[in-house]
Each structure stands twice: as C-alpha cells, then as structure tokens.
C-alpha cells in the first residue's frame, strides 16, 4: 500500500479504516495459514539457528537415492601394480591347542598398501669448481634440488605450497603433519618465506595465465570477500575450462576488473548480476542460477496470482532456453526460428507492468540486463550459469573460513600466484607437485621458466 492510498482511506472517516484494517488481518492469517501448510511451521528465525530436532523433516521428493542404480557394476579398489616386500605368515602349531600342523598347500594373497615411516633426505653437494682456460673465469655446477640459498629441497616447498595454496590447509597443520609423519622440522615464519620466493620463481607462470585468461573466448568471473592485514579486500576469480587466475584487489568494482583486464574484454564474460562487470566488456552472460534461486527464495514469502504467474512464465521461457542450448539434432533453421520466439517471449514479460512489488523489481532487472540473458544461445561453449567460477572459487572461501587470510601485500601476491598456478595445473591435467619440480629445476639451470603446460588430452 502507498502513502496516497493509506491517506485516501484515511479520510473516509473511522468506521471505514476499522473495516479496512479488519480485513488486511484477515488477509495476513490466510497468508499465514497457507505458509503453515507449506512449510510444516512459521517462523522467523533463520534456519541455521533452528534446533536440527525442530527443523521439518526432507520429504525427499525429487532428491537422488543415495547408491548406484539396481544391475550396476560394482566398484572396488584395485591392486597394486607393484609388489615391494613379500611377507610369509604361516602356523606351525594349533593356535587353539598346540599341535603340530601338516601343511595342506592351499595358500591366499592378500596385498596391503601403507605409508611407510619416512624421514628427511639430506643430501649433502661436494661443488667442484673449475677453471675455463677459454673463458677465464671459474664455473660450478648448480644445484637444481632447490632454490638459490635455500636449505630447504623443492619437493617439500612444493608439497607445502600444495597443501596450503591448493587444498586450503593451515600453516600449522601442515607443520604438524610434517613434525609428525614425516619428522621434518619447520618455522611458521620460514616457511611463509620460502613459499614467496616459489611465487616469486614461478611469477612467469602466472603472467602467462592472466595474458591466457585476457585473450579467452569466454571467461567465467566471480569475486569474494578478503583480508590483507585485517583491512577489507576482494579476492577475484577469473577461470575457464583451460585457467583459473586469481587477484586480490582493495576493490569490488571496475578499478580492480581494469587493472586485470587492462582493456576491454573481446569474449564473453559469464558472471553474476553485478553491475561493475558491465564496464569491462560489450560481451557478457548472466547467470541464470542466480535468478532461479531469486525467484525461488521471492516464491517462499509471496503467494500472490500476480507474482506466481510472472514466475511460471519467466521459469518457463529459461528452461526452454537451456533444453534449446542442448539440442544437437535441432537443424540450424528450426534453431534460429526457435531463439527469436524466445526473444519475444522475454521482451513481452519485460514490456507489461505489473502491480506486484516483486514483479516490478524483477522485471527492471530483465530490463536492466536484457542483452546478457540469452547470449549462450549465440556462442559456442558459453554456459548459462557461472557455477564454474563459483567451483573454483570455493577453494579459497574454505581457506578463509581456516586462516587469517594474508597479513601483507607481498602475502597477497603470493597467494594469487600459488593458487592460480595449482588450480591451472589442476584443469590441464598435470601432476602439481612433480611438474612444478621439474620446472624450478629448469628455472635454477637455466636462469628461466619453461613454457606453462598444455592441457593433458585423453584418448579413447
């Protein structure tokens, strides 16, 4: 109700306001009572604050039953393909009664694969030097197990550096496994040292993702929130079937997407509906979950024909969209045909007024992002969603939730360089720990960086 109409009714006098507030109540308890029905019961405290013994039960329509599906092929283990030690146990008396046994000759494998109990490896390099009478100057061998100066070899800086940067761990878990498991002693504050210095050797790496990222047909994007010494920042994520570079940036806007992208982006940007990401490239889809769980969350509270209608219709024109993005029989004619009746689907829900107020607010974001809802039907690849960006995010939110986040600038850069490296490596199908060895190898050697891996293709 607007201020105009609760003035009008105002005027008319006290008996005609009593009457109007009588039936607003008696609208509220039938809106009340139908949201009982739905959800079992009304409240208004959040649901991770309720009692898991309060919470209604799932009635589990529409979930998956848990298990593979009845005739399917079981799954198991399979064994090991090498055989290192070989024990034989065997009685020679009864364990129950002490008589000697007569070997019968039947005998069964059983394999076991553990972790052994291991140690650190010091290896201690006798360096010759040498005189080149041609050069005149002296020449050593270097020594490619570790970074100039670092006591430290680069298969545990790279384990470490995994276990932090790409599988989220703490600092002081990975210290415990290591003082552990492996009786490998390490400081907090040196290893934090020698994990910038691995960025620093591995910076070329991560130029050559963001120039790949830049020059993408599509990118996927989304962005989350941070810390650098305790002051709010943004961590962002750029990624696609092929890369995931992250940035950190005191900025969520275009400040931050200009100093990534440099220029205007040529692909297509799939990303929420913030609107910051609209500066940055003519090119761009909006993710289409997003809006689903909008009209989802705005159905729980709104039961009104207006609103119900609006969504069964916008619903609909989506989801014949994305069956139409999969069809792959649909010749090229009939596909076409079919966009533009889509197209005018769209612009007649965007072009009607609407009384609801939920209808309105979503029908001005149909008319705000209109050009950017239906692009994927045009380019090859383009998803409708931005759930990737979303996946590879999530590494990193898992992470905040675990640590501080970065107490420095120079801690800021090494954690987009590190996880923008693993997570790159990870898409492309490379081993991280065994590839990023061989190039700090190549990096000490040579005194540069080999080329950043291709995508590993499977066959058959």
Not at 416 to 438: C, D, E, F
């Amino acid at each position: 109700m607007t201020r105009e109409e609760a003035l009008a009714i105002y005027r008319q006098g006290e008996e005609f306001v009593v009457f109007k507030l009588m039936e607003l109540n008696t609208k509220l308890t039938e809106t009340l009572e139908k949201l009982t029905e739905k959800e079992g019961k009304y409240t208004s405290t959040p649901s991770g604050m309720q009692p898991v013994y309060s919470k209604p039960s799932h009635s589990g329509r529409g979930r998956k039953k848990p298990g593979q599906k009845v005739g399917h092929k079981g799954e198991h283990r399979e064994s090991p393909a090498r055989v290192d030690k070989e024990e034989v146990l065997q009685f020679t008396e009864c364990p129950e009664c002490g008589e000697a046994l007569r070997d019968s000759g039947n005998t069964r494998d059983r394999c076991v694969e553990d972790i052994p109990d291991t140690k650190p490896e010091v290896t201690r390099y006798v360096i010759h030097r040498s005189y080149c009478p041609k050069c005149k100057k002296m020449v050593e061998p270097k020594v490619t197990a570790a970074l100039p100066k670092a006591s430290i070899g680069t298969r545990a800086l790279t384990l470490t550096a995994w276990l932090h940067y790409g599988l989220g761990q703490t600092i002081s878990h990975i210290l415990e496994v290591l003082k552990v498991q492996l009786q490998f002693r390490l400081s907090p504050g040196g290893l934090t040292q020698m994990w910038k210095r691995l960025g620093e050797a591995l910076f070329g790496w991560y130029e050559a993702i963001e120039e790949e990222a830049r020059k993408s047909s599509f990118l996927h994007a989304d962005e989350t929130g941070w810390r650098v010494n305790g002051k709010p920042s943004w961590l962002w994520c750029f990624t696609n079937p092929r890369v995931s570079c992250y940035m950190i940036d005191r900025s969520r806007g275009f400040p931050a997407l200009s100093r990534f992208f440099k220029e205007v982006f040529e692909g297509v940007l799939i990303t929420d509906f913030w609107r910051a990401y609209g500066r940055i490239t003519q090119h761009r889809q909006t993710c289409l979950v997003h809006l689903f769980r909008e009209l989802g969350k705005v159905s729980e509270r709104n039961i009104s024909e207006e609103w119900q209608s609006f969504k069964k219709k916008l619903v609909r024109l989506l989801r014949d969209a994305m069956r139409l993005d999969k069809s792959e029989d649909v010749p090229v004619e009939t596909k076409e045909r079919r966009k533009e009746r889509l197209h005018g689907r769209l612009d007649d829900l965007v072009g009607r007024e609407y009384q609801d107020a939920d209808c309105r607010r979503l029908r001005k974001r149909l008319e705000e992002h209109r050009e950017h809802l239906l692009t994927f039907l045009d380019y090859e690849g383009v998803s409708a969603d931005n759930n990737r960006a979303e996946r590879e995010i999530r590494p990193a939110v898992i992470m905040r939730k675990n640590s501080f986040q970065n107490k420095s600038k120079n801690g800021a850069v090494t954690q987009a360089v590190l996880m923008s490296i693993y997570r790159t490596l990870k898409l492309r199908g490379h081993n991280p720990l065994s590839t990023i060895v061989q190039a700090i190898a190549h990096y000490v050697q040579y005194g540069e960086l080999p080329p950043l891996p291709e995508p590993i293709t499977s066959h058959g």
